[in-house]
Each structure stands twice: as structure tokens, then as C-alpha cells.
């Protein structure tokens, strides 16, 4: 007999339901996500003596003590998104009416019925560690990229000239602004100052070509704009969080290639044309172990980079799809992108450009072209090679 169970994840307390093959409840309980209550539900789900497969909506996060103990116990898992979940809940009788039971039946219902899920792998310690490190350096740069927008917004505010001769992307220009942001001040320290002062920073190119900059900006600009002091103090602040958060970055790159390096598939994503170091780290913490996919296509799938099929009547066309994990497609895209200067990807980029489609169509089917490539690569555990150039 096969039973199908579903688990709706939730910070503190989950819902399991375990359904037979004609869809009745044998189990349907709450779970408080603690060790001692995950292990009664497995002893439990244990006793029904059958062939059990285990759904979850969430992977990871607060799933994860959930995830590891039923991996433990050698219960296969699959994985149903949330948003399978709710389609199908709403194709019920009321299924406008959500609750965490409900969703658990629905997540026990899509187990039951299908055979398309993705398994959910055990969590190894390389991989989790590598999600996690991914997942933080995510956060940093989105922070950092909001900071920089600030920065560049209170400058233009007060010494517009000197925004635009500064690159706050740069350690020398957010070196400059910790200390050095009013024409007023500018002017005071002079050349030598102000070369001084951006020789601390160390390892700094072109130090009397950027001194030159704001120094010619700020004798642009006589006046002093209303809240020029508080805006300036704003700005060294945001300048010091900036190059504290490249530094961090840093480390994190650091951490990345050390975890990297031990990684058995890292060697042979990172073989392929424009993946590098960071986008390798992605696409193993996005897409976990090659196996959860069934086919290449099934990867593209999982990336939003497969066409759809819309068919009514006579009317069929592929459309591109809507869904997709946002993150894979990033790290294809962006690899795409990268591989450009390598002439196989150039010559099929400016083939798909000469039939008519736009740059980001192109690189789109650059990337979906390049997955195959890596599928072959991962399948076959051989690195890139001269055969795969027509494709990559």
C-alpha cells in the first residue's frame, strides 16, 4: 500500500496529513516544530507499515529541522511549491477557505496524484553551507546597492559636480567621502591633502587623477546648499558602511572558494564558459544536486527558461513562461551574458540578433542553449571541452 503525506510547514507548529491511495485520512495532526514532537509523527507515519512518500511545500529555513529528521528516517521527500498548492486548493469546493490543515490535505492530494514532483535530497553540510553564504552575500549586495542609491541622491543634493566625478562603486571614491564631501572642504585641503589622505587607503590606482576631480569640482562651486552639514555627515556615514560591507563581501568571496573547492560538481560547473566562482555558489545553492532533474529540460523548467505551450482549438503558440525559480534563471542569464566574449556564444548570440530578436531574447536563448551544455557536463561527470564549443 502507498501513502501519501503532506506536511504544510510553519514556523512553529506544521500540519501532517497521510492519505491512502483512495485519498483517506489515516493521519491528520498537528506537529509543533520540535525534535521530540517530528519524532512521534516519523514513529507514527513508521507504524502505518506502508510505502510512504512525503510532500513539503517549504524547503530549508524553518523547514529544516523538519526536512533533516524525516530525511533521517529515510522517508522520501518531495518538494510542492506553495503556489501548486494553492492552484489546487482553489480547484476544491470552497477552496477559497485556507487553513493549514486544508493545505496539508492538498499537499498529501498532489503526492498522492502525481509523479512529476522533485525529490528533495538530504541536506549535506558542503551544500547547506554554501546556500547559506550565497543567501548572506545576496543580502549584502541588495543592501549595498540601496546604500550606494542613497549616497549617490544626498551628494547629488549638495555637490552635484563631485557625484559625478566620484565612482562610489570604488573603494578610492567611498574612501574619499569618509572624510571629504563639501567644496568648502575640499578646497581647505588642497592637492597634497587630499592625495595624502587616499594613499591610506592602499592599493589605490590613479590617486592624483581623482584628487584632481573633486578638487576641480569643488572650485566649481561657490555656494553651500541648505543642510549641507547634516547631508555631508549622512554621507561619510553611508561612505564608512560601504567599504566595511566590500570588505565583508570580500570574505565571503574568500569563504565561497574554500567551500567551493572541496565541492564535487563545483570543478565542472565552473569548467563552463562565463561561470564563475559566485555563479557557481548560486547555481548549487539554487539547484542542489543535479539529480532532482529528471532532463535538461526539466532544468530549464525549473528556470523559467522552457517555453510554455498554450493550445485551444485550432490556436496553439509557445509563450514564455510566467513562473520559474528567479534565482536560477539569474545565474543562467547572467553566465550567458558573461560567456559573450568567447566566440561560440558570440556567433550564436548574433545569429539569434540577425533573425530579429531583441538583446535580452537572444541571451535567453543563449542561456537556455547553455543548459544543455551543463547538463551534459554533470551528467556525464566530464569537464567542458572542445565539443560542446558549438553549443557554449
Known amino acids: 500500500m502507498r501513502i501519501a503525506v503532506g506536511v504544510d510547514i510553519a514556523k512553529e507548529v506544521h500540519w501532517a496529513t497521510a492519505l491512502n491511495e483512495v485519498g483517506e485520512a489515516l493521519l491528520d495532526r498537528r506537529v509543533p516544530n520540535d525534535p521530540r514532537s517530528l519524532e512521534e509523527l516519523i514513529e507514527q507515519l513508521r507504524a502505518l507499515d506502508a510505502e510512504i512518500t512525503v510532500g513539503l511545500d517549504v524547503v530549508g529555513g524553518i523547514a529544516s529541522l523538519a526536512q533533516a529528521m524525516l530525511s533521517a528516517a529515510g522517508l522520501p521527500l518531495v518538494h510542492v511549491p506553495g503556489l501548486a498548492v494553492n492552484r489546487a486548493r482553489q480547484g476544491t469546493t470552497g477552496g477559497e477557505s485556507k487553513s493549514d490543515p486544508r ?13 512529476d514532483l522533485r525529490p528533495i535530497a538530504a541536506a549535506e553540510e558542503l551544500d547547506t553551507g554554501i546556500r547559506l553564504l550565497v543567501g548572506r552575500r545576496r543580502d549584502l549586495t541588495d543592501e549595498q546597492t540601496r546604500r550606494l542609491a542613497r549616497l549617490r541622491d544626498l551628494l547629488t543634493s549638495i555637490h552635484p559636480g563631485l557625484e559625478r566625478e566620484v565612482d562610489v562603486t570604488n573603494k578610492g571614491g567611498l574612501w574619499l567621502l569618509t572624510r571629504y564631501v563639501t567644496p568648502a ?7 597634497s591633502r587630499l592625495v595624502a589622505y587616499l594613499r591610506r587607503a592602499g592599493n589605490l ?35 564608512r558602511e560601504a567599504l566595511a560591507t566590500r570588505e565583508r563581501l570580500e570574505g565571503l568571496d574568500k569563504e565561497l572558494g574554500e567551500l567551493l573547492a572541496r565541492h564535487p560538481d563545483a570543478a565542472l560547473i565552473r569548467s563552463l564558459p562565463g561561470m564563475g566562482a559566485v555563479l557557481t555558489a548560486e547555481f548549487i545553492a539554487e539547484a542542489g544536486t543535479i539529480t532532482r532533474f529528471r532532463s535538461a529540460d526539466a532544468l530549464a523548467a525549473a528556470a523559467g527558461l522552457a517555453p510554455v505551450l498554450r493550445q485551444s482549438g485550432k490556436v496553439r503558440f509557445l509563450r514564455r513562461p510566467a513562473g520559474g525559480n528567479k534565482g536560477l534563471k539569474r545565474v543562467f542569464y547572467q553566465s550567458a551574458f558573461c560567456s559573450l566574449n568567447t566566440p561560440s556564444s558570440r556567433a550564436f548570440y548574433q545569429r539569434k540578433r540577425t533573425e530579429g530578436k531583441r538583446h535580452h531574447q537572444a541571451l535567453i536563448a543563449l542561456a537556455r542553449r547553455r543548459i544543455d551544455v551543463l547538463w551534459a557536463i554533470l551528467a556525464s561527470r566530464q569537464p567542458f571541452s572542445e565539443e560542446h564549443r558549438k553549443v557554449a
Open 185 to 191: 572642504e575640499i578646497r581647505a585641503a588642497g592637492q
Open 103 to 115: 493545505d496539508a490535505r492538498v499537499i498529501a492530494d498532489q503526492v498522492r496524484s502525481r509523479r
Open 205 to 239: 590606482r590613479q590617486v592624483e587623477k581623482l584628487a584632481e576631480a573633486a578638487l576641480a569640482a569643488a572650485r566649481a562651486q561657490r555656494i553651500a546648499v541648505p543642510g549641507e552639514a547634516v547631508a555631508a555627515s549622512l554621507i561619510r556615514e553611508l561612505a
